[in-house]
Structure formats: structure tokens, C-alpha cells
């Protein structure tokens, strides 16, 4: 870890890692694989997920920096937001989330993440998903409320998915290395990783991690939102301000370096086809692990399915990257118990 750890910004100690390593046997024979899993649903209970690897980060730069509010924004069920409200509170900071709602005037009933943003004191202001395309006018605002208030806002992007952040799955790509040379499984192939894109913060810090440490092995995301086209230019951008930011000495190419598998988005963002909660269903049933809907549930789904159409497609060895998200299957308790 030295080389590169000299390189790190300053770091918050907020997430349990490393995380396991752990294989998917069953699921792995039925879908002829050396099929494993990195569980960074374990990197806490409520400070829990991918987030929590970044916020190390961004809290970090937010408390160097005087900050005594964070401000952050997503859907009503963000997962990010959640964290943010909890790592917020753990740091004795205050903490606003911008989320989004079909209509601001009536918003969704505290549940699920929602409910644990407001427990864990965080204000939630409610927007429109037209206000939510111009964030980058909404959060300008909120901050200079902050201010009027007497407050020192720091702002956190969506999904703390910026140069910064990356370096939470830089890290994590290192820890992910040692997980897979320990792992001693049958063969010494290198590994396919397969995770889900949401705003390309994850993808971005892998891609950097795997050339900074010269790790070899696709790196594949699945949208769960957009299309691929969007994350190429998402998850370039942050590559690219990275390299220029922290001076990073790496070669990166968008189009070369970005490998998106589409077609998996199905009904829209955070809505679920029940071919994919069935799988869910399946996955907790046969290895007793957790997928959530809105974001692991739909990229084990692409890839079962893209390995239903060619078995060899990602090699023999593959890591599927646990995200977290596991509060998000309450909303969706309705459709869940129909498939019981
Ligand atoms: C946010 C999130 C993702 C996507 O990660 P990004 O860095 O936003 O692309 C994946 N899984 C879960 C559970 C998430 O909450």
C-alpha cells in the first residue's frame, strides 16, 4: 500500500475496511465462473456502501476547510444522501440534502433512507426534477442560506462523485488486489470486475487504482441510469480532473479506458422489472446475500444476462462489486412480497 498511499489527501477513518472478499460458489458453478464478490455493503450498517469510501475523502477536505454544514444532493431514496447525513452526524456537522421529488409540494412519506436522514438530523429540502437537472443553481443557493443562517457550508456533489472522491475506490482497488491475490482460487487468470454505473464516481476511482497500481483485468460498469454514452463522458471527467488535480502520472483515454455494458436500466432509474427482483429474490435464497434494487440488483441482473448470451464473455474469473443499497428494498416491499 505504501506508493500509493503516499499519494492519498488526507483520510477520515469511517469505513470498516477492507471488506470481504467472499465467493458466490452456488451461483458461481450455475453461471460456470470463479464468481466472487467484494462486500462494501459491509463498510458499516448505517454508514454503510460505496459512499461512506468516498465521504473518507470529501468529509475530510470539509473539516480542513472550517466547514459546519455539508450540503449534498439525490433522489428521495439516495443512498448517498443517507450516508452523507450519518457521517455528518457522527462528525457533529449539520447537514442539508437537496432530493428529488416528483412534487416538491407533496413530498414521499419518510421511509427507508429518507427516514434515516431525518433521524440522524439531517433537513431535507425537497426539489423538482427540473430544479434537480440545474443543481448546479440550487446548490449556490443553499449554501448562501447556510450562510445568511451563520453557517459554513461545504458543498458534496451528487454521489461525492468528484476528483476527491475517486480516491475512495483508488483505495479500494488496492485492497481489492491483495483480496484477489490471497483469494487462491483455481486459476490465476486476471479478474473481470464488474460493478454498477450510478454517478460514476466508483467507476472513475477504479479505473485510476488499476493503472496507478498496474493491476490487470477488465473493469466493466452497468448503468443504472442514462446511457452509455453519458458515462463515458461522466466517468472520463472525473478521471480526467483527478489526473490534472492530484498530478497523477497515468495515460487515460475515454474511449479506450471506459467500458460501459448498457441495456440494463430497464423501467427507468430506481424502478424495477420483476425479472429483476426475482433475481434478487434468487440471489438472497441461494447464498443468503442481499442485492439492492435500485443499483447491484440491476447490474447482477445485466450480468447474468450478458452471460446467458456468451458464457465467456467476461473470462473465468470475476468479481462482482457489492455496493450497498440495501435500505432500498423496503420501498419496494409491495412488489417484493407478490414474488414470495
Ligand atoms: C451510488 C451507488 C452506486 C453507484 O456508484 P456511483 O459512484 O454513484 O457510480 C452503486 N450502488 C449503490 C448501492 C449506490 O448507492
Redesign the pocket.
Known sequence: MSYLESLYPTRLNLAHTPTPLQPLRRFGEKLGLELYVKRD?LTGAELS???VR?LEFVMAEALEQGADTVLTC?GAQ???CR?TAVAAAKLGLHCRLILRTGDPASPPPLEANSLLDRLAGAEIVWISPAEYRNRAEVFPREAEAVKRAGGRPYIIP????NAL?AWG?IRAMDELAADLAASGGPSNEPATIL???????????LILGQKLLGIKGRLV?IN?CDDREYFVKA?GEICEQAIARFHLDVSFDRERDVEIIDGYVGRGYAESRPEELELIRDVARTEGLFL?P???GK?FFGMTRELQRDPGRFGRRVVFL????LF?LFPKTAELVQLL
Request: aromatic share 8%; proline share 0%.
Open positions: 455493503d456502501g460505496n459512499k468516498k439525490g439516495s443512498n448517498h450516508a451528487e454521489g461525492a462523485s472522491g475506490y460493478y454498477a454505473a450510478g454517478s460514476g464516481g466508483t467507476g472513475a476511482g460498469g443504472v466517468i439492492d435500485v443499483y447491484t447490474a457489492h455496493t450497498g443499497g432500498g
